[in-house]
């Protein structure tokens, strides 16, 4: 099988930010690769260098065979691009939104109307496929642009953070889109912020952190790294957490963290419900009271902090962002 | 890329912001509203004070004689719209879209200054029917007429390129849009606009001579046959030779400009 993006030391320098230091990908033909970082950390500069919107200071890069840097017109025949923003034309309805982008792809008129109503049809957007853009909510915005990216086939698909500001049901059905396309045999790059996500979706991850690649492999090796399932709890009275600690890491794989202030407690454990009673049954025997207990799968940060030893930084940015686009 | 494909890539993203538009015509409202309003100022507020080159100040004379001055700065502002359009398509990242698609390069830019013509022709339609109100008369043949309106266009057009490069540089519609009026706006009345040369200052009136919005305006008067009896031969070679002298402004612009704009969209990134 060969490879559908291969990028080798990729560099991208901005005043005084390096953006990316030196990234390298590759993504064999028809599978999915799951970017994942913290805000940042270099996804979007990545996606627009393999996508020819932007050059990089070093580095080469090749999609479906093509060499980026050298040929770009060239690959854009054969990508599609849903970037971090829905780019869709507000003024105008879905319908003249994808027309349009199958006339730029030079299907030609027919070709581009029927491929449009299809596409319209294909993600539940039929009734509202004559209504201007601006009348859209922000997933079926997403589904506008992302449908934009699938009018020509393209045998590649760059996604960055198709899920970012969409809501439980719109995150739920882009999943199955991508996995649909997916088996389709369609190349995917996704980027997400999620493990959850890259773990469902992505064949393979690559973990960035600050332009640099700082872990890659299956979800199953990389969660092996982290340590699968966390249990969590919160004892009532901070003292005791010494004591509980005694008693629960034998049941852990990992080495705990204890937050005094939140009266908290965290494990890396494998084995799930098992683990959860047994570790309630010694909390009893020991008279020690929680507010909160709970199994939880590791997110970003659980992945940062077994990785690098910290948290992600950008928590704060995060939630600001989130809570932006929501808006 | 054929210079069919260019065209006709164009021309998908001509009719792109054709429908905007029509879908927003406050824009179109707003392009007309403070001209009529000028129209309407001049011609009945300082009118009667403003005397033509011809005679004294005659009210009726003063209208014919102020809407080729009009008609110029209306197009001329109406040629701004290149640059927040542009600005505001970097913004909202549908010129990311477009920089992903396989179509021809040059065709975002050329689809953009062709709706723009299509919105300066509404305009000149709009300002032609306010002037035909407060007494505006074309009084020269259908050809010589034609050319004026033509001569009109495509300065804006040649402008709009300009802008263009304008719109891709800076990232603001908002900015764009500021930008232009401080430039525009003095640039529209140091000249013979709304009155007449001879009542310039000295070095304020030189300016005005080799002013391209003077000459487009007087070339439209002269066309428009709205050059009031008597009046004495202009001064200065740019005057005396208004269609030249415009025409020349016009393909320096295009020809800087043009290839200026179209590098800027290639390398330019909107983040
Ligand atoms: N145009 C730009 N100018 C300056 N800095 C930039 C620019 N684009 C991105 N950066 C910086 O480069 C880094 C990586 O950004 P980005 O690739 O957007 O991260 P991510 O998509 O992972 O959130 C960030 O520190 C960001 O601030
Ligand atoms: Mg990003």
């Known amino acids: 099988m060969t490879d559908a993006i291969v990028a080798r030391g990729l560099v991208k320098k901005y005043k005084d930010v390096t953006a990316l230091d ?3 990908l590759v993504v064999p033909t028809g599978s999915v690769l799951g970017l994942l970082g913290p805000n940042g950390a270099g996804k979007t500069t990545t996606v627009r260098i393999l996508t020819t919107l932007l050059r990089p200071d070093a580095g080469s890069a090749e999609v479906a065979g093509v060499d980026v840097l050298a040929r770009p017109s060239a690959v854009r025949r054969k990508i599609g691009l849903s970037g971090q923003y829905a780019a869709v034309d507000e003024y105008l309805t879905g319908y003249e939104n994808l027309e349009m982008v199958g006339r730029l792809y030079h299907l030609g008129r027919k070709r581009a109307q029927a491929r449009a109503r299809e596409l319209l049809a294909s993600f539940r957007l039929e009734d509202a496929a004559d209504r201007p853009a601006r009348t859209y909510s922000g997933g079926m915005r997403r589904r506008l642009d992302l449908a934009g990216a699938l009018v020509a086939d393209p045998p590649v698909l760059f996604l960055d953070e198709p899920t970012t500001g969409l809501d439980p049901r719109g995150r739920t059905d882009m999943w199955d889109v991508i996995q649909t396309l997916a088996k389709g045999g369609t190349t ?6 999620y493990l959850e996500e890259a773990d469902l979706l992505a064949d393979e991850i690559v973990v960035i952190d600050h332009g640099r690649v700082i872990a890659q492999g299956t979800s199953d090796e990389l969660k092996r790294q982290v340590g699968g399932e966390r249990l969590e709890l919160v004892v009532q009275d901070a003292t005791r957490l010494a004591r509980a600690r005694e008693v629960l890491e034998p049941l852990g794989v990992g080495t705990p963290t204890v937050d005094e202030g ?3 407690f965290v494990m890396p454990v494998s084995g799930g419900p098992e683990v959860l009673s047994e570790a309630l049954r010694r909390l009893e025997a020991e008279q020690i009271g929680l507010d909160d207990v709970g199994l ?5 940060d659980d992945v940062f902090l077994a990785l690098t030893g910290r948290a992600t930084q950008e928590d704060e940015n995060d939630q600001l962002e989130t809570s932006g686009a929501r808006r | 890329m054929s210079a069919l494909t260019v065209l006709s890539d164009a021309n998908v993203v001509a009719k792109r912001n054709i429908i905007k538009i ?4 406050d824009l179109l409202v707003f392009t007309t509203l403070s001209p009529i309003m000028f129209v309407l100022l001049f011609a009945y507020v300082f009118g009667g004070a403003i005397s033509v080159p011809g005679g004294d100040a005659d009210p009726e004379l003063y209208r014919e004689y ?10 001329i502002f109406g040629a701004t719209i290149t640059g927040a359009g542009l600005a505001e398509d970097v913004k909202k990242g549908i010129i990311d879209r477009f920089r992903s698609l396989p179509m021809a390069p040059s065709a975002v830019l050329t689809g953009r200054t062709l709706s723009d013509v299509v919105n300066n022709v509404l305009v000149l339609i709009v300002m032609s029917l306010t002037g035909l109100l407060v007494g505006w008369r074309i009084h020269t043949s259908f050809w010589e007429a034609a050319g004026g309106y033509l001569l009109l266009i495509l300065f804006a057009y040649s402008i709009s390129w300009v802008f263009a490069w304008i719109g891709m540089l800076v990232p603001s519609p908002e ?12 640039l529209t009345f140091i000249a013979n606009t709304f009155v007449p040369l001879e009542s310039l200052p000295g070095p304020l009136r030189t300016i005005a001579e080799w002013n391209p919005v003077s000459t487009v305006t007087q070339a439209a008067r002269e066309l428009f046959g709205n050059i009031p009896p008597g009046t004495p031969k202009p001064t ?10 415009t025409s020349i402004w016009v393909l320096v612009f295009l020809v800087v400009f043009v290839p200026v704009a179209n590098a800027q969209y290639r390398h330019s990134t909107s983040r």
Do not use: C
């Open chain 1, 262 to 264: 939140r009266r908290a």
């Open chain 2, 236 to 245: 200065g070679w740019p005057l005396q030779h208004p269609e030249l002298y």
């Open chain 2, 22 to 25: 029509k879908r927003v015509p």
């Open chain 1, 296 to 300: 939880r799968r590791p997110t970003l």
């Open chain 2, 66 to 75: 102020l809407m080729a001055g009009i008609f110029a700065q209306t197009v």
């Open chain 1, 22 to 24: 030196g990234v390298d």
């Open chain 2, 175 to 186: 900015v764009v849009n500021n930008a232009s009026f401080i430039v525009i706006f003095p």
């Open chain 1, 188 to 193: 995917v790059m996704l980027t997400t912020q």
